[in-house]
């Protein structure tokens, strides 16, 4: 058989859209030693898990776990487990992920409302409140927090307000919102919340933690059919989760070890401070690149700190500028998805990555490549 | 906030049904810096697993892959790319395992005729034979080629022979069993095949192993409508691990650099010496537990030899001493399942668990309990 060589990573200041930079502690612990998923050890800690994820989710959700895939499987679990064909879905399209709640809606059946806004702009609440008063049997109203193809952290709370006392539930990606920016489940009403891991938790790629509300609880113990997923169904799920440990299927141990030690970290030092770190830091850097002949493609007062949105001058190769990036100094950036494809760049200052000195850094580069 | 203590785990050996122990290296190697899942260095990563997974699978399908998920989303995506509304499934089901493949085809939309067997039977070929006369239309026959429920060796050739010519495709789940007993997926004309990779393969749970035949490629390229999954979706998938290296969901990279040094464990020691090692180990303990007053529950000539149902006798409390096993020895074996549920156990022997050492620990410890 073919031999290859060990895998033996470069040294990447990771400042794209994801993955983060992971604190050594996270690493070593995915490294200890591997245990059952069903060890009355281990489930302790899937408890204490949860629990720290209530904490940075600020709810009160029973039903708050880590889905066993990356942040786009908790969209789908998000989705498939509260929508029946032939719901009505109101989904905020500006950008790639309401795309993809939109996309993942239909396959589930639904019939979509999409709400389409201009990349970079938030969906006004608004258009939401007169797309209810056209659909009032909506089952649903999905919205992204923080857009990660465009940087725009959109407002939930008067949705959350005009839905909170109707039938109809809200949805929120947060993937890259979780422990970035001010997001308050419980406060704000929401009640499907999913998140990634490799964003501003600083833990690498492959879980993705989720929250359900008792409203959304009780529309999924309604359901007049099967969940369309069998390893997303969180009514099986939550066996497991949940009182009675059912195995439903093998838990990633190593990856939620690893995501433990992130939630200590993130608890550690506390939540506020640590929206307060990347508010300074993403502040900073934006202030600054624009000084560099770059515009800032997010709505101005709307804009993520964790999540910028880099527009490049015509004469600017992003792409040759970003390839140098990566190879002569490290450091990795993102590029633009769809309309932004080829002329901006997104980067991310999330988690370990939200300090001056990668700010610093990434400026000193930037500028050398420029005049280079 | 309310901090908790890390979560520093017990050491414990795997003697269960999965995970499997795990070689330090391949832990090591979790933790390396984490990289971006587009970097340049990660892709090549990414081939060199496809590649190893091809060597594993005894394939040179083209579309061979990890998807970001356990051996159940292995199981999902097989079922659910191929699958639509109103096919005709026909699944073997002779434990648990087979009776998932039927829930996940049903929700797909399948008509599924479930050719039923008793815990610890095989399927046996001509059941199948029958079937397809009666079905002739059937898109699709699925079997469990290692049923981690009740330790069966399912034969696989015959069947394969049967389609080979005809329009069905032959799906297989080897979560069980790659890399622990023989299998031949383009010798035998297996179509769509599935793992996992904490049984056989001794890399944490998280990851599951695929490949697809190119007759299955031409059925997902035919299909008249769109996949019920987004994040298992095939064709949006394959671009990333395919040629134009497209973004779909965010690869889990530690996880993968974990998986690449497993797979270059197995590769490194041979696929048949892996083979005859597992056959070697599980022989020996399934001769010596039969002289501990237990019987084997699969039957005789189609037994797993790394993953073995246990029958106690009615004198025997199995869960008081699994317990007493897993808390006083750190050995860690599992339950029954279903019909074997409080009258069994299922010893995994398993990728770094199948040795003669493990073997003799777990019957010293086994005999101390029965007379204590």
């Not at 612990?29 to 281990?42: E, I, K, N, T, Y």
């Amino acid at each position: 058989m073919d031999t290859v060589d060990a895998a033996t990573p470069p040294t990447r200041l990771l400042l794209g859209p994801g993955p983060s930079p992971v604190h050594p502690d996270v690493l070593e612990a995915q490294a200890r030693s591997v245990v059952g998923h069903l060890d009355p050890w281990f489930l302790g800690v899937a408890d204490e898990i949860a629990s720290m994820l209530r904490q940075i989710f600020r709810t009160e959700n029973q039903l708050t776990y880590a889905v066993s895939g990356t942040g786009s499987a908790g969209m789908e679990t998000a989705v498939v487990n509260v929508v029946e064909p032939g719901d009505t879905v109101i989904v905020g399209v500006n950008g790639v992920f309401g795309g993809r709640i939109a996309d993942t809606a239909r396959r589930a059946g639904a019939d979509v409302v999409a709400l389409e806004e201009p990349w970079g702009r938030i969906v006004p609440p608004e258009r939401v409140e007169s797309a209810m008063k056209a659909h009032p049997e909506a089952k649903l109203v999905a919205l992204v927090h923080a857009e990660t193809s465009t940087g725009v952290n959109q407002p939930l709370e008067e949705v959350g307000q005009l839905l909170k006392d109707t039938d109809t539930l809200f949805l929120v990606d947060t993937v890259t919102g979780l422990a970035g920016v001010p997001l308050e489940v419980d406060a704000w009403h929401l009640d499907v919340v999913y998140s990634g891991t490799q964003k501003c938790l600083s833990v690498p790629p492959g879980l993705a933690p989720i929250t359900f509300s008792p409203k959304a609880e009780a529309v999924i113990d309604r359901r007049s059919s099967t969940v369309r997923s069998w390893y997303l169904d969180v009514s099986a799920v939550r066996n497991y989760w949940g009182g009675d440990r059912a195995y439903h299927h093998t838990a990633p141990t190593t990856a939620l070890v690893g995501l433990h030690e992130g939630l200590r970290k993130v608890v550690a030092e506390g939540l506020e401070t640590r929206w307060a770190r990347h508010a300074e830091v993403g502040q900073l850097f934006q202030e600054h690149i624009q000084d560099r002949d770059a515009t800032l493609l997010a709505q101005e007062g709307y804009r993520l700190p964790q999540l910028t949105s880099v527009g490049w001058p015509d004469h600017v190769d992003e792409g040759k500028m970003r390839r140098r990036l990566l190879e002569e100094y490290g450091i990795e950036v993102g590029g633009g998805l769809g309309t932004f494809a080829g002329t901006a760049w997104r980067v991310g200052l999330m988690g370990e990555g939200a300090t001056h000195s990668h700010v610093d850094r990434l400026l000193e580069a930037v500028d050398e490549l420029l005049e280079g």
